[in-house]
């Protein structure tokens, strides 16, 4: 259905209503969705349909009706295919669930994009350069729920990860575990394991939720975010029999 009028929308758009003609075009959303993130500066949001069709100028964020933060200036804003990034929100975000386009023709385009949710920070403490740590391959699997990440990191002295996903996730899951698989002079290989149950979805009537995990370096007394990553869990998948 989404899919649908957003075809039809722009469809209107691109024949051309003059900036007099300014409207306001509301579209549906047929996937009920919870989303967690880590509060940032930049933004993500995540649409089910290409949108890049759509001339953005500006947007606005909603929280149950009211406007939490407006953003504006092609430079802050990237629209890639099905994907919005927000360079730079003018306040700290704890939670929207509509998205308000507005085009080069002045037509407010208000998208529902379930709810989004803001915990915790991404960091970006100062580590010396000869110190920083790198991935030098990741692997993952993910299937009914449960999520392996394997992240093989190059192995600086005195130097620590630690993973981590918003704090609502943690009491979400049935189970979070992080371990060290192998450690070498030269690298040390980590395991984040954790399930979401399925009676989650059920209870709370949707059909999707995304979350982000993060892996942190700690050295000394210094914190920095060195890994993110965008993971969505579709309800259909918990009939599946293959990790992918």
Do not use: W
Request: hydrophobic share 35%; with cysteine; net charge negative.
């Amino acid at each position: 259905m989404i899919k649908f009028l957003i075809s039809c929308s722009i469809f209107l758009l691109l024949l051309g209503c003059s900036p007099n003609d300014s409207s306001s075009i509301h579209l549906e959303n047929s996937a009920p969705t919870e989303s967690y993130f880590f509060q940032s500066k930049e933004v993500d949001i995540y649409f089910p349909d290409a949108i890049d069709s759509i001339d953005t100028h500006k947007i606005k964020l909603l929280s149950d009706g009211s406007v939490v933060t407006e953003i504006s200036g092609k430079n802050n804003i990237i629209v890639n295919d099905k994907h919005i990034r927000i360079l730079n929100t003018n306040q700290r975000l704890t939670h929207f669930d509509t998205v308000v386009i507005n085009d080069d023709q002045e037509n407010n385009i208000k998208i529902p994009v379930g709810d989004y949710y803001y915990e915790g920070q991404i960091t970006d403490d100062t580590i010396p350069a000869d110190k920083e740590v790198f991935i030098r391959n990741k692997h993952y699997k993910q299937i009914n729920g449960t999520l392996i990440y394997t992240i093989d990191f190059t192995n600086i002295e005195g130097s620590t990860i630690e993973f981590a996903v918003p704090e609502s996730i943690n009491k979400i899951a049935t189970l979070i575990e992080q371990k060290t698989i192998s450690k070498t002079s030269d690298s040390i290989i980590y395991e984040f394991h954790f399930e979401i149950p399925k009676d989650y979805f059920i209870q709370k009537k949707i059909t999707n939720l995304n979350l982000e995990l993060k892996a942190d370096q700690l050295y000394e007394s210094s914190r920095k975010t060195i890994y993110k990553s965008f993971i969505p869990i579709n309800i259909d998948e918990f009939n599946s029999e293959t990790p992918r």
